[in-house]
């Protein structure tokens, strides 16, 4: 019944996701011990309960949570678990709550604004090479190098280092999946180590010379006993991490969505004031991220039945913002869809710190590119997705962009 692994749940997961609806309870999903919470209120309810927790460390003692590190193929990882098993995402309470704060006052909204007219600069340079050939892969030539100047731009990483980012980010991800092979296992561990000593160097520069960027930022809370180096450098990779593969989906995502719905790419020609409503209703029509999980830190009554502490529960957030029983004309894409209270970022405690700096992204991309162009034509009429319950998003998109 549910195959996210599948080209066919690749192809089409909102129709699984409408099977899943359908049942009175949540469906046990054997292959990784989850129950799926598929329903908007269901998933709103969930990411805003403070008994569902991330961290198995607030009900279990160490050797528990060790075996369970073992049974996910989470561990022998001593850089994956010092710098990404531990971040901001994976901790709860007060170290969840001492984090973030600091996180806040470094992510506060001037600091992202302040990469507006950079990131519109390097978009429009981007484009004008783009605008010279006849076709071009959205998502390789275009999306993949968007996320790359932000997040750069907010760590304060030299332009020159920039290319490293993508691979360093998909490969930490990619294990964050269903499938957890040695082979992932290794990768993920290598990008993490590699990242961890360029960051290491990075800090210790930063240090030395400060600038304006969150790195220097997050250095001064170090110094002054706030955080720790290893706190630090967690911090640096969750910002990459959780924002640049999401972002690049996003963008493909939102094109894909746009230039298949050519009304709604002609209504934002013609009002380009949409262009906020345009990026969230992208958000909640294909949720870059459309699965998290938390874990029952005690027992919990839903809908009628109790679950035990430690139950773990999959909110899938890409169902939740297709749930008809919520959204009117859920499964059409409408760029004038006024309160869109979609759950793409999640809520309550761990609701996203870079929902801000992903909007942005695709605000000043989107307008870019319908700025420069006349139209946009997809070139291959079916686009593959990638396979995964983790994340939702293009492999590849064959565009024209026709100049005006």
Not at 20 to 47: C, H, M, Q, T
Not at 113 to 126: E, F, H, M, P
Not at 143 to 163: K, N, Q
Not at 255 to 272: D, T
């Amino acid at each position: 019944m549910f195959e996210p692994m599948s080209e066919a749940f690749a192809d089409n997961p909102y129709q699984f996701y409408a099977k899943l609806r359908e049942l009175d309870e949540p469906y046990f999903y054997e292959d990784i011990n989850v129950y799926l919470l598929s329903k908007y209120p269901d998933v709103d309810g969930a990411a805003r309960n403070p008994k569902l927790v991330r961290s198995q460390d607030l009900f279990l003692d160490q050797d528990d949570v060790k075996a369970h590190q073992r049974a996910r193929n989470w561990h022998d990882m001593p850089n994956h678990e010092r710098f990404v098993q531990s971040n901001l995402l994976e901790r709860d309470g007060d170290s969840h709550f001492r984090l973030r704060v600091i996180a806040m006052r470094a992510l506060t909204k001037s600091c992202v604004d302040s990469i507006r007219q950079s990131l519109n600069t390097k978009v429009d340079a981007l484009l004008n090479q783009l605008m010279q050939k006849s076709e071009i892969d959205f998502v390789a030539d275009f999306a993949s190098l968007i996320p790359a100047y932000t997040i750069g731009d907010l760590l304060g990483v030299p332009h020159e280092d920039r290319y490293l980012l993508r691979d360093w980010s998909n490969n930490i991800v990619q294990f964050y999946d269903v499938e957890r092979t040695q082979a992932h296992k290794l990768l993920a561990e290598n990008a993490t180590t590699d990242f961890y000593l360029y960051l290491s160097d990075l800090v210790a520069r930063k240090r030395k010379k400060p600038k304006e960027d969150l790195i220097s930022s997050l250095v001064l809370a170090r110094d002054a006993g706030e955080m720790s180096e290893s706190e630090l450098i967690s911090m640096c990779m969750l910002i990459l991490t959780a924002g640049h593969g999401s972002t690049i989906d996003a963008l493909g995502s939102g094109m894909y969505a746009l230039a298949s719905n050519p009304g709604q790419m002609s209504l934002l020609r013609r009002e380009p004031s949409y262009i906020q409503r345009a990026v969230q209703e992208i958000f909640r029509y294909e949720s870059p991220l459309p699965f998290f999980h938390r874990f029952a830190s005690e027992a919990l009554d839903l809908n009628g039945k109790t679950y035990p502490k430690g139950t773990k529960f999959g909110l899938l957030y890409g169902s939740a913002n297709r749930d008809p029983e919520y959204w009117p004309s859920a499964d059409t894409f409408s760029i004038a869809r006024d309160q869109n209270r979609h759950i793409a970022f999640g809520r309550g405690a761990h609701l996203c710190l870079g929902n801000r700096l992903s909007g942005l992204t695709l605000e000043v991309a989107l307008l870019e590119i319908l700025k420069s162009t006349r139209n946009i034509e997809i070139t291959h009429p079916k686009p593959t997705f990638k396979t995964g319950l983790s994340s939702r998003g293009l492999t590849s998109l064959g565009v024209a962009l026709i100049p005006k």
